[in-house]
């Protein structure tokens, strides 16, 4: 069974720091890309950035309001996906999930962003 | 970025109904559109992948169509646990992955 269970969310005060974990079991974490989605209180679902495996290189994206801020990173050695985040602001209160997709063919193509597994979420609040 | 916008924002039905939502991309993304559904407190769950096809475990009740820029997901019969909020994503441009803005579908 896949489980995705992340830690280390809390209260932090803008400009402040937090790192996040997933801990990832049930799949063969290091050929997956890991994907970090967020949602504020009330609101919708929003992108934050992957990681894809080693394998395809290992490289990193991100989502705008993040860019520069977030540092997603991975170790395959223990099967945990970080998300480290700096310059913390309001604007960042959310609830975070860990994702990943165990890959669909369609039309030739492996879609990787399809995301079938979650975490349970941790919540970040940024708040004075 | 490419934008998603859906319609309606909200929606109430009735058990048995018959539902569509409405996902417009900014730009063609071609098939690369998926929904899921969420529950309150919980994590989304993905139901359909590439514009039509089912995830496994997904009820038949649950369909997509579309291509381009504009999709549809369609539910043919309500049922009581389908009242959950919705949302489509394009995977098009994977290096900005981005979200509808959600569809609360709520117990008329």
């Known amino acids: 069974e896949v489980q995705l269970v992340e830690s280390g969310g809390g209260l932090v005060k803008p400009g402040g720091s937090l790192r996040l974990s997933c801990a990832a079991s049930g799949f063969t974490f290091s050929n997956a890309w890991m994907t970090w989605v967020r949602q504020a209180p009330g609101k919708g679902l929003e992108w934050v950035g992957r990681?894809?495996?080693?394998?395809?290189?290992?490289?990193?994206d991100y989502a705008a309001p993040v860019k520069g801020r977030f540092t997603i990173s991975r170790d395959d050695s223990k099967n945990t996906l970080y998300l480290q985040m700096n310059s913390l602001n309001t604007e960042d209160t959310a609830v975070y999930y860990c994702t990943s997709s165990r890959g669909f063919f369609w039309s030739g193509f492996l879609e990787r962003d399809a995301f079938d597994f979650w975490g349970q979420g941790t919540m970040v609040t940024v708040s004075s | 970025d490419i934008q998603m916008t859906q319609s309606p924002s909200s929606l109430s039905a009735s058990v048995g109904d018959r539902v569509t939502i409405t996902c417009r991309a900014s730009q063609s993304i071609s098939s690369f559109l998926n929904w899921y559904q969420q529950k309150p407190g919980k994590a989304p769950r993905l139901l359909i992948y590439a514009v039509s096809t089912l995830q496994s475990g997904v009820p038949s009740r649950f369909s997509g169509s579309g291509s381009g820029t504009d999709f549809t997901l369609t539910i043919s019969s309500l049922q009581p646990e389908d009242f959950s909020t919705y949302y489509c994503?394009?995977?098009?441009?994977?290096?900005?992955?981005?979200f509808g803005q959600g569809t609360r579908l709520e117990i008329k």
């Open positions: 994503q394009q995977s098009y441009n994977s290096l900005s992955i981005t």
């Open positions: 990681i894809k495996s080693k394998t395809d290189g290992g490289t990193t």
